[in-house]
């Protein structure tokens, strides 16, 4: 199913579908990493506020939730 | 390229994949730091002979991509667009190759020889991965060097590559052309797609022992978290002080010695002043400031290089974003309890122009080292009983104006792209001790060069207003600095500190805060310890609590204004940030004095 990235459990690992930030933003996040077809990963929560910590191209990267938002991706039904 | 020329190599990489370290490894002593020309953004280079060819290596800031959007970003492309035989080595952190290859991947769309040096081999190891290196060089067409750069393991194999490369010239890989999407770019999806065809059969993640994760389960946990930030935060600047205290102590020993010797010369009074006052003061006050320096960008070089910075961005970030600005605000936030100069230099690491212009320009409310000794002899003064209260007061006054400001400036300052936290956080790795100390005394001596200059010739400037008109006493009310004092002394009536003394000392504060002290004891032609009693005959206690609010919020130290016009690139900056300062000043220390005096203080 298709969800936002903010959405997804912890542990779970789902497909970027979409991006749809402004475009500067969309290529700061292209060149970590995060771009359509690549697969993240929720690892935690960040102690305070909506900032989550994902796992993408096996490196770690902090969002917060008012990017995470805008981020579609697709998890794989057998995982929910 | 004839064979005698200079080779020329340009350095680049992603955050964390030990660039520095490999320019450290490869340079060695000869590592020149400025700034790149008309430009914000740091610049490293250095000179290296090898095999009777003269190497010239130019680092780029490491950044994740050249695709020109921010300003370090410009910078690197339009280097990279000038430089037409370079080589180009990039720093890889195999550990996240995939990632690494977006940006060798537009390099190549540029047209650009690249070597490419595979770092954290063995960490990679550790990790599972597991990588057929022969067979990625091959695939990619490009040279691949295994090193270690923390070690400078492998140089001589990546310098007969440089060699190699210089030599030839460069070849379109035969995958290239189709993925092209205009004539110099790339689309990054297109990149991954290459990866998973062509390079993952010899890059394999088996099992994924993360060391970080675990790290992470304690130093971003719900309940431990804050203990541990709080900590890490007291004991560097416990570390700081304690180490530089004693140090600074000693420098000011020995020049205010140099100062008593020059008066047994027996030389004429001006040039006697000049030498003592004016020479031995100003370098002697510049010296000072060093050893804090060095250790407070020694402490940010280790949490920087242990991964533990970005996790204190992420800590403090929902603060941060409720002022419109983020996380990445706070280091150079703390570093101004040393001192706004390095501070204000570290604002380097904030990526959003915006954000780093705010952090800028609020950076001298946070209350530096040098006010210090003010609180402290006025709060002892005045407030014997409360003096830790008032000190605090202060303190949390300045960060709290500091908090207002930046969120007036983030509504002021309007933003087309959204500024929200986009970090990554590195893996957590041993530091490498050269590193720390070669880049904390590559920014101390950056500090002296700029910073030095101003503070030095700031103190001679004030000498020479204090010593005239000539035969004068230095710094009394005939000399032309005293006469400015009287005349704009009335301003601060209504604050609770008319008298001309504290006019003056605020001006002589405008060298460096902690003159301050010093300028009373001359005026009222006292030492130190009689200060204590001469003060109180010239404001009462009221005055004094809101003089202090002045120098805490007022225009902050010549060094601190210069190196706001050099961080910001803006004049504009560099002018109205010391205008709008006094005038808040000037407000806050009206409201302390009025509101006291309505409940009945004085």
């Not at chain 2, 140089?155 to 060699?163: D, F, M, T, V």
């Not at chain 2, 533990?308 to 409720?322: A, E, I, Q, S």
């Not at chain 2, 004094?544 to 120098?551: I, T």
Request: hydrophobic share 45%; glycine share 8%; charged share 15%.
């Amino acid at each position: 199913m298709i969800t936002t990235l903010n959405l997804i459990p912890t542990e779970t690992a789902g497909i970027i579908q979409e991006i749809t930030t402004d475009h500067v933003t969309k290529e700061r996040l292209e060149s970590l990493g995060l771009m359509s077809g690549v697969e993240i990963v929720f690892i935690r929560k960040a102690p305070l506020g909506s900032t989550r910590i994902y796992k993408c191209l096996n490196t770690l990267v902090a969002l917060r939730n008012d990017i995470a938002d805008k981020i579609l991706v697709e998890v794989p039904d057998e995982q929910r | 390229m004839s064979r005698d020329e200079d080779i020329n190599v340009v350095l680049t990489g992603n955050p964390n994949t030990g660039k520095t370290s490999l320019l450290n490894a490869l340079t060695g002593m000869s590592l020149h730091v400025g700034n790149w020309p008309g430009k914000t953004v740091e610049k490293k280079e250095g000179c290296i002979s090898y095999k009777n060819r003269t190497i010239n290596i130019i680092d780029l800031p490491g950044t994740y991509s050249i695709t020109p959007y921010s300003e370090e970003e410009k910078v690197s492309h339009n280097y990279l667009m000038a430089q037409t035989h370079a080589v180009i080595v990039q720093t890889i952190d195999v550990n996240a190759l995939e990632r690494n290859l977006l940006m060798t991947m537009e390099l190549l769309a540029l047209r650009k020889k690249v070597i490419l040096a595979f770092n954290f081999n063995k960490e990679a190891e550790r990790r599972g991965i597991r990588i057929d290196v022969p067979k990625i060089s091959e695939v990619l067409q490009i040279p691949v060097v295994v090193i270690e750069a923390n070690k400078g393991e492998n140089k001589e194999e990546l310098l007969e590559e440089i060699l190699k490369a210089a030599q030839s010239e460069f070849q379109m890989p035969y995958y290239l052309q189709e993925m092209l999407k205009e004539n110099y770019e790339i689309h990054h999806e297109i990149s991954i797609r290459f990866f998973k065809e062509k390079l993952k059969p010899f890059y394999s993640i088996e099992k994924t022992i993360q060391r970080t994760d675990r790290i992470d389960e304690i130093i971003l946990n719900k309940y431990t978290a804050f203990p541990i930030f709080l900590a890490i935060i007291f004991l560097m600047f416990e570390i700081t002080f304690t180490l530089s205290g004693p140090l600074i102590s000693a420098i000011r020993n020995i020049f205010d010695w140099m100062g008593g010797l020059v008066g047994f010369l027996k030389l004429p009074g001006l040039l006697s002043s000049f030498l003592s006052e004016g020479l031995l003061g100003g370098v002697g006050s510049v010296l000072a400031f060093t050893p804090l320096i060095f250790i407070l960008f020694l402490m940010i070089a280790l949490l920087e290089d242990s991964g533990y910075l970005g996790r204190t961005v992420v800590l403090v970030d929902p603060l941060f974003g409720k002022l419109g600005i983020t996380g990445r605000t706070f280091i150079p936030m703390i570093l101004g309890f040393g001192c706004n100069v390095p501070a204000i230099m570290a604002t380097r690491t904030i990526k959003d122009r915006r954000e780093r212009m705010i952090a800028i320009l609020t950076n001298s409310f946070i209350s530096c080292g040098a006010r210090l000794p003010v609180y402290l002899l006025f709060a002892g003064i005045f407030f014997p009983k409360h003096a830790v209260y008032i000190v605090m007061l202060l303190y949390l006054s300045g960060i709290s104006i500091t908090f207002i400001a930046s969120l007036i400036l983030s509504r002021l300052l309007q933003s087309q792209t959204q500024n929200s936290l986009i970090i990554e956080l590195p893996p957590y790795r041993k530091p490498s001790m050269t590193n720390v100390l070669k880049h904390a005394w590559y920014h101390t001596m950056e500090f002296l060069k700029k910073a030095g200059t101003i503070i030095f010739g700031s103190v001679l400037i004030i000498w020479t207003l204090a010593s005239l008109p000539a035969g004068v006493t230095y710094g009394s009310a005939e000399s032309v600095l005293g006469q400015l004092g009287h005349s704009i002394s009335p301003l601060f009536a209504p604050l609770g500190f008319g008298h001309w003394s504290f006019t003056v000392a605020l001006i002589f504060g405008l060298a460096s805060k902690e003159i301050i002290i010093g300028t009373l004891g001359t005026l009222y032609g006292v030492g130190q310890g009689a200060l204590i009693s001469a003060i109180p005959t010239h404001i009462t206690p009221l005055g004094a609590l809101s003089f202090m609010f002045f120098v805490l919020l007022y225009t902050p130290c010549l060094a601190t204004i210069a190196i706001i016009r050099q961080e910001s690139g803006s004049w504009k900056c560099a002018v109205l940030q010391p205008i709008v300062t006094i005038a808040i000043a000037w407000l806050v220390s009206f409201s302390v004095y009025h509101v006291g005096l309505l409940f009945g203080f004085h």
